[in-house]
């Protein structure tokens, strides 16, 4: 009988330890957190964009996206937009979800280099 009693209890601490450890939130020690990005929804209007664009220049350094930038090219609203959006996300921590969402997928290209977390 004792046998039985010290394995459920194993069984039950393993499964204890199994379902913390896939909490999405939880940290393990050693681990490594995936990055992340905030970029724009692919149905954004580009009036939205380009008013979330004006408002996120008054916030943060757009430097790198003005001409001369290191990610001026290519010199399309959305890759802009984008760009701030994902400063913005970094610098407040909230990604606007109403505009964009939460990727792993690096978006960085070339020598212009997206701030991941």
Avoid at 38 to 56: G, H, N, R, S, V
Avoid at 72 to 92: E, G, K, Q, R, S
Wanted: net charge negative; hydrophobic share 35%; aromatic share 12%.
């Amino acid at each position: 009988m004792e046998k039985k009693n010290l394995i459920l209890l194993l069984v039950c601490c393993l499964f204890g330890h199994v379902v913390y450890a896939s909490d999405e939130n939880s940290k393990l020690i050693g681990q490594k957190q995936a990055s992340s990005w905030c970029i724009f929804q692919l149905t954004t209007p580009p009036e939205k964009m380009q008013a979330f664009l004006d408002y996120a220049c008054g916030k943060i350094d757009c430097g790198p996206i003005k001409p001369g930038g290191v990610c001026f090219f290519p010199d399309v609203l959305p890759a802009h937009a984008n760009y701030a959006l994902n400063a913005i996300y970094h610098t407040l921590g909230t990604c606007d979800l109403q505009l964009g969402f939460v990727t792993t997928l690096d978006p960085s290209y070339g020598d212009c280099k997206y701030q991941g977390s």
